[in-house]
């Protein structure tokens, strides 16, 4: 982008407020469907017969297709035009959110899924640049923290109303959650052609479509390898997928126009920061996914009662996460990233350890406020750490990646753990008719084997506790020995 457009903005000062609310509500879509399509899984299971594999894939058909094109999307809003691409990533969620509102089978939704995931990538990068370039940067502060508030807001209130009706109309107004994005999308896609004007694209920009089709690919190997771990194909599929990240790698280090700049990780602190990012976010989204599950299917929990639960997390991070940059000044980033990843640790393990309670009020909703006072110690200083280790001109790739890391960690994390979790489920119970980790069976088992069936779920939640808390505590290690020293942040 060119530096005056970056100063005054392309966007006239009487209609920048017109910007803002469009990508607010763009990512409002973005935030609803990740902080609810879990709590919907169960009923999306019950309602149109998915199975684990099944589940997994609603979840990370979003995920590959948002991972591994989210840094192509950032550079596509250069090449031809920030709000043309912004708006035609809004256009492409908006017409998969149909589909999967009125998907009929598993297949179909997974499509649907993934049609979203392309939407996104190109959506995601849009809500910020767009508001950044614009504003000038004497007012750009004050819009990105509009952004940043109204999105808090949709963080936390989307699940609790997802909850409520999922809990209140059933299980079928699943579709209901991804039908709003009609809405949504609608108003913010009107907008954006209505009232902002169409900014310059950046003249020679190429894209590196070779680098995001081997790394789509190469994900898509190893996502595959664990999702279908039991049947047979394992090791042909983790294989051919490490093979071909291996390309891309190798591709990222020839090609003139990267979208992964390998020369980023030769510092030690970038390099830290991603990979204490993805061991911490694995177990953010594993423990994200799968205990919605554990609680409804296992524990008999209502939906409403799931979101209520899961609502401390939320707030922990929009209250605290100030306090916290505050911290991250004063202190650096690395004491106060290993702070974080210890407490969540001490969280992931507590949850593993109490399962077997079921105790909703007095375990579950303590620790995730546990969890939510940890988060908010990581999600702010970790963009800091990222920031800080790289030259400014570099700002941008690298928060990108940062955020494709996270999400990369959040696929492996569906599909690594399901798999471990349906190994030890169907050790403990042998798996006869009406049983399956995560889904309420068709009809009511026999007592001794509902025994069984919530023991077996129980410790198979428990074992994931575990790992994630393993990796939490990898995480801290990671923060102390990478950014401890560079001292304080600035």
């Known amino acids: 982008?060119?530096?005056?457009?970056?100063?005054?903005?392309?966007?006239?000062?009487?209609?920048?407020?017109?910007?803002?609310?469009?990508?607010?509500?763009?990512?409002?879509?973005?935030?609803?469907?990740?902080?609810?399509?879990?709590?919907?899984?169960?009923?999306?299971?019950?309602?149109?017969?998915?199975?684990?594999?099944?589940?997994?894939?609603?979840?990370?058909?979003?995920?590959?297709?948002?991972?591994?094109?989210?840094?192509?999307?950032?550079?596509?809003?250069?090449?031809?035009?920030?709000?043309?691409?912004?708006?035609?990533?809004?256009?492409?969620?908006?017409?998969?959110?149909?589909?999967?509102?009125?998907?009929?089978?598993?297949?179909?939704?997974?499509?649907?899924?993934?049609?979203?995931?392309?939407?996104?990538?190109?959506?995601?990068?849009?809500?910020?640049?767009?508001?950044?370039?614009?504003?000038?940067?004497?007012?750009?502060?004050?819009?990105?923290?509009?952004?940043?508030?109204?999105?808090?807001?949709?963080?936390?209130?989307?699940?609790?109303?997802?909850?409520?009706?999922?809990?209140?109309?059933?299980?079928?107004?699943?579709?209901?959650?991804?039908?709003?994005?009609?809405l949504l999308g609608g108003i913010s896609l009107a907008i954006l052609l209505s009232q902002v004007p169409a900014d310059k694209p950046e003249a020679g920009r190429r894209l590196d479509l070779i680098g995001a089709v081997a790394a789509t690919v190469g994900l898509l190997g190893v996502s595959l390898a664990f999702i279908d771990s039991g049947q047979g194909r394992f090791w042909p599929e983790l294989i051919a997928g490490i093979v071909v990240l291996a390309a891309f790698v190798f591709y990222e280090s020839r090609t003139k126009v990267p979208m992964l700049p390998l020369s980023l990780f030769a510092d030690r602190g970038f390099s830290g920061a991603q990979g204490l990012t993805f061991v911490l976010y694995f177990g953010l989204a594993a423990i994200g996914f799968y205990l919605p599950m554990t609680l409804i299917a296992g524990w008999g929990v209502t939906p409403a009662e799931v979101a209520i639960v899961m609502l401390p997390l939320g707030i922990m991070l929009t209250v605290l996460s100030p306090f916290a940059g505050k911290m991250t000044d004063r202190l650096g980033a690395g004491p106060v990233l290993t702070f974080g990843s210890v407490v969540v640790g001490l969280a992931f393990l507590g949850l593993g350890l109490t399962g077997h309670l079921h105790s909703l009020w007095f375990a579950v909703l303590p620790l995730m406020v546990v969890f939510g006072f940890g988060m908010s110690f990581v999600a702010g200083p970790v963009s800091t750490a990222v920031m800080t280790s790289v030259a400014d001109r570099d700002t941008g790739t690298a928060s990108a990646i940062n955020n494709a890391v996270a999400r990369v960690a959040g696929l492996f994390a569906v599909a690594m753990m399901g798999a471990l979790a349906a190994w030890v489920f169907g050790s403990a119970t042998g798996m006869p008719g009406g049983m399956s980790f995560g889904l309420t069976p068709p009809q009511a088992l026999p007592a001794d084997a509902e025994a069984v069936r919530?023991?077996?779920?129980?410790?198979?939640?428990?074992?994931?506790?575990?790992?994630?808390?393993?990796?939490?505590?990898?995480?801290?290690?990671?923060?102390?020995?990478?950014?401890?020293?560079?001292?304080?942040?600035?």
């Open 1 to 182: 982008m060119a530096d005056v457009t970056a100063e005054s903005g392309f966007v006239p000062a009487n209609r920048r407020v017109w910007v803002l609310v469009a990508a607010i509500l763009a990512s409002a879509m973005g935030f609803i469907d990740g902080s609810v399509t879990s709590i919907a899984t169960p009923a999306i299971r019950a309602t149109i017969g998915a199975s684990l594999a099944d589940a997994q894939w609603i979840s990370n058909a979003y995920l590959l297709m948002l991972s591994s094109l989210l840094l192509l999307g950032g550079a596509a809003g250069d090449r031809f035009g920030l709000r043309n691409v912004f708006a035609g990533g809004i256009g492409v969620f908006v017409l998969a959110s149909l589909g999967s509102a009125l998907a009929p089978t598993p297949a179909t939704l997974i499509a649907a899924r993934a049609l979203q995931g392309l939407g996104a990538a190109f959506m995601v990068p849009g809500s910020l640049a767009i508001i950044a370039k614009a504003y000038p940067k004497d007012a750009r502060g004050g819009a990105i923290g509009v952004w940043a508030s109204a999105s808090s807001l949709t963080t936390l209130a989307g699940p609790v109303i997802g909850g409520a009706l999922l809990t209140w109309l059933g299980d079928w107004s699943w579709r209901l959650i991804f039908g709003v994005n009609l």
């Open 454 to 490: 919530e023991a077996a779920t129980d410790t198979a939640f428990a074992t994931i506790a575990y790992v994630t808390a393993g990796l939490a505590a990898v995480s801290a290690i990671l923060a102390w020995t990478t950014q401890t020293h560079k001292g304080k942040a600035g």
